[in-house]
């Protein structure tokens, strides 16, 4: 049977970053939580994200002894500069669709086990950043989220991913603390653009702007758009903020773009992601930031439009106004109204004012808005 040094030495040449081993004992103090917290969870349920059972790992697949860890450092390589500040780092280069990077090796590495008759699974639902923390892979942030003990400089920028085995390990020593200096002062909290962020440790994902950009339903609140900025899918702000990511950040500028990324971003523009069509979305986009559907191809044209009008850059006038004309979806078009407005100008108060009259509903109220405050 396998030592764990061998499966470590395995996953460490396959390229992981770190690797840790822990029970299959239920996560119960999550699972409390999220009892408790159920209206803030709901929305998982109707996505068919079953986090209560995956507090208990044999709920999840009965032949669970063991849980092994594997440390994912997705940040390796800066990211085009196109792309910052719009998409979330961890989605620039995601390949749950595609299956031609990390997935690879993950494949590569349960290969690896069942040549040597131990079997795996590796599912979606069981709390990775506890599993990871429960195996001593690093502590925890007042963000939520998970910081590494090696990868990244002890950053955020990595991705815990489960492994559960049917042969018994013995577990890790625990590292289940928060990590952060008390000098911090909560920078991540305190910089949250939504306030999703109650407090250490705490967080309302339907107001986190990952949550909104992609799950959002109908147009969004008009007092989270401005909050939301230039996000168009996902956000690193509480990461980028942290103190503890500080030395990684730093570094990582130095570093050569992540060629996958650097491949994508010239399809990721922002005129281009306003007018594309079904598609142009299924090729280019939903293969690397797939949580939308082509179905919901408005929610990424309504996040692009909203983006520009927080850009307040007069030369997205000229495709706002085409998508105003041209969508057929109420909750692009009206973005595209409130987008408009915020750019302002006489071009955009005259176009408004054209349009006041011919438009009805949720279209119309969106005009009537953007023109009291354009100017």
């Known amino acids: 049977m396998l030592t764990k040094e061998q499966i470590i030495g395995e996953a460490l040449r396959l390229g992981f970053d770190d690797v840790g081993f822990t029970s299959a004992e239920p996560f119960d103090s999550h699972k409390e939580i999220l009892l408790s917290r159920l209206e803030l969870y709901d929305w998982c349920i109707d996505k068919g994200i079953n986090l209560i059972q995956g507090t208990d790992p044999q709920a999840v697949w009965p032949q669970c002894s063991s849980i092994i860890v594997l440390i ?195 399809h990721f523009e922002l005129r281009a992601l306003l007018h594309m069509d079904v598609e142009y979305y299924k090729t280019h986009i939903w293969p690397h930031m797939f949580y939308m559907e082509p179905k919901d191809l408005w929610r990424f044209q309504m996040n692009v439009a909203r983006a520009m009008g927080n850009s307040r850059d007069p030369v997205y006038l000229p495709d706002l106004i085409k998508a105003f004309q041209e969508n057929n979806d109420e909750r692009v078009v009206g973005m595209a109204a409130w987008a408009i407005g915020r750019i302002g100008g006489d071009e955009a108060q005259r176009f408004l004012k054209g349009e006041l009259n011919r438009a009805s509903g949720l279209v119309r109220e969106e005009i009537e808005q953007a023109l009291q405050v354009t100017v």
């Open 72 to 266: 994912e450092n997705y940040h390796r390589q800066s990211f085009p500069a196109s792309m910052l500040g719009k998409f979330g780092r961890c989605y620039m280069d995601d390949d749950r669709v595609t299956k031609d990077g990390v997935s690879k090796r993950i494949k590569a590495f349960r290969s690896f086990l069942r040549e040597n008759s131990i079997d795996s699974r590796v599912p979606f639902n069981v709390p990775q950043r506890l599993a990871a923390a429960r195996a001593g892979l690093g502590t925890f942030g007042k963000n939520c989220l998970f910081y590494s003990r090696r990868a990244a400089r002890q950053s955020s920028w990595v991705s815990p991913i489960t492994v559960l085995v049917d042969v018994e390990f013995t577990p890790d020593t625990p590292t289940m603390e928060v990590g952060c200096p008390n000098w911090c002062r909560n920078a991540c909290i305190a910089s949250c653009p939504t306030g999703a962020l109650l407090g250490p440790r705490k967080i309302d994902p339907r107001q986190c702007i990952s949550y909104l950009s992609y799950y959002g339903e109908d147009i969004t609140p008009l007092p989270l758009r401005e909050p939301m900025g230039m996000k168009v899918y996902g956000c690193d702000r509480c990461q980028e903020v942290c103190p503890r990511n500080e030395s990684w950040m730093v570094q990582v500028q130095e570093l050569e773009v992540n060629p996958r990324a650097g491949a994508i971003a010239p």
